[in-house]
């Protein structure tokens, strides 16, 4: 079930960046792949392999600690993503419109919604995620596994910069969680992008005084490298061909499975709203962005 603290502060922010990317061309219903960090001893493979409840036959993807530090690297420190690929995932893919449900196990730092950001700005969507490790890890080597498996399986690579973007907010927007709140931090990105669908600003300085408000009018003070990350990040955003309409329908599956990833009925009905609420942002954004 998905953590709570998190879910808001990252979840809504990435969905509703969505950049394309390939399809599972070859995958069906029912098909699973496994990623294994690469520094696990060969007891600790077999240990994860039957808590994932698979054969040693599965197809099974490699991560190696080199590659978290180039999809990561740039956005957290080294000591963060660590020197060792430990933390290991199972990937199975559901029905058509079934939507994405995650759940970790021994996973401290990379939230069961990170997961999901990351996957669903891959285009990855529709599919079952269990991440897992044999000791309590930051789960980066799980994020870059899952991705990197979806690549391999599609027909076309994912360009590099839309990896990057969406790590980089995902990441960006976790660590201004840790420092205002889940709530907060989302709430900012969220009128950022609805004061840009509204007001388009025509140069940098535009949109870093546009930032800058929207953090002042929610008490939150932005020092100069958060802001100058901000301005970057929407900047890099509006580079790239999103797509939209995918955009609102994956939000669209998100809201049928909240039911599934939470419990309390009136957590589900806040949540529900706030989606509603990013959609209309999006049907916005759709008409400027295109």
């Known amino acids: 079930?998905?953590?709570?603290?998190?879910?808001?502060?990252?979840?809504?922010?990435?969905?509703?960046?969505?950049?394309?990317?390939?399809?599972?061309?070859?995958?069906?219903?029912?098909?699973?792949?496994?990623?294994?960090?690469?520094?696990?001893?060969?007891?600790?493979?077999?240990?994860?392999?039957?808590?994932?409840?698979?054969?040693?036959?599965?197809?099974?993807?490699?991560?190696?600690?080199?590659?978290?530090?180039?999809?990561?690297?740039?956005?957290?420190?080294?000591?963060?993503?660590?020197?060792?690929?430990?933390?290991?995932?199972?990937?199975?893919?559901?029905?058509?419109?079934?939507?994405?449900?995650?759940?970790?196990?021994?996973?401290?730092w990379v939230t069961d919604d990170m997961y999901a950001n990351a996957l669903i700005t891959a285009g990855v969507k529709d599919a079952d995620i269990y991440v897992t490790a044999p000791m309590p890890v930051s789960g980066t080597a799980g994020l870059t596994g899952i991705i990197k498996a979806y690549e391999l399986s599609s027909d076309e690579a994912i360009p590099e910069e839309q990896k990057q973007v969406a790590n980089e907010e995902m990441i960006k927007t976790a660590k201004l969680g840790e420092k205002v709140g889940a709530e907060k931090a989302t709430?900012?990105?969220?009128?950022?992008?609805?004061?840009?669908?509204?007001?388009?600003?025509?140069?940098?300085?535009?949109?870093?005084?546009?930032?800058?408000?929207?953090?002042?009018?929610?008490?939150?003070?932005?020092?100069?490298?958060?802001?100058?990350?901000?301005?970057?990040?929407?900047?890099?955003?509006k580079e790239l061909n999103i797509d939209w309409d995918q955009v609102q329908s994956q939000l669209e599956n998100v809201r049928e499975n909240l039911k599934e990833f939470l419990n309390k009925e009136e957590t589900q009905s806040f949540i529900k709203n706030f989606l509603d609420f990013i959609i209309q942002i999006i049907e916005e954004l759709k008409n400027i962005f295109k």
Request: proline share 3%; hydrophobic share 40%.
């Open 187 to 237: 709430e900012l990105m969220t009128k950022i992008k609805q004061e840009i669908a509204k007001n388009p600003p025509e140069t940098e300085e535009d949109l870093r005084a546009l930032i800058k408000r929207v953090a002042e009018d929610l008490g939150i003070s932005l020092t100069d490298e958060e802001l100058n990350g901000l301005v970057s990040l929407f900047n890099r955003m």
């Open 1 to 108: 079930m998905l953590k709570r603290p998190y879910f808001l502060a990252v979840l809504l922010v990435i969905f509703s960046f969505l950049v394309p990317a390939a399809a599972l061309a070859d995958a069906k219903p029912g098909d699973v792949v496994v990623t294994l960090g690469e520094d696990l001893t060969e007891e600790q493979k077999s240990t994860m392999l039957k808590e994932m409840e698979v054969s040693e036959d599965v197809h099974t993807i490699t991560v190696t600690n080199e590659e978290e530090h180039k999809y990561l690297g740039k956005y957290i420190s080294k000591a963060m993503i660590g020197s060792n690929a430990l933390s290991s995932a199972k990937i199975t893919i559901g029905e058509k419109d079934s939507g994405l449900k995650i759940d970790t196990n021994n996973i401290t």
